[in-house]
């Protein structure tokens, strides 16, 4: 932008160019970043962004996701692991789900 367009320009002769004797214009009045957010800034965080601070649950210290790991298929998906020739028949087909690595079925459907 040209200089002559600036807004600083209108406030050329005026001491404090519209921010203020008392206030003063400075650099990061509030901390920079997320500075204050436990103490100045607490009002605003807890307001407008609930839950960002604290910790939720316990801590599991040796944490093995191995055991906790089931993959899971619903009751109303089951029909895409049958083959088209099961599809077809007449009689009710038997699904081992273990086979395609899923280790729990799920009541919806």
């Not at 839950?51 to 109303?76: A, I, T």
């Not at 692991?81 to 690595?101: M, R």
């Amino acid at each position: 932008m040209v200089t002559r367009f600036k807004s600083s320009r209108k406030k050329r002769g005026h001491v404090s160019c519209g921010h203020g004797r008392i206030g003063r214009h400075r650099k990061h009045p509030g901390g920079r970043g997320n500075a204050g957010v436990k103490h100045h800034h607490r009002i605003l965080f807890d307001r407008f962004h609930p839950g960002y601070l604290g910790k939720v649950g316990m801590r599991r210290f040796h944490l093995k996701k191995s055991q906790v790991w089931c993959p899971n298929v619903n009751l109303d998906m089951l029909h895409t692991l049958l083959t088209d020739e099961q599809l077809a028949s007449k009689e009710t087909p038997v699904v081992d789900v273990n086979k395609f690595g899923i280790f729990k079925v799920l009541g919806r459907g």
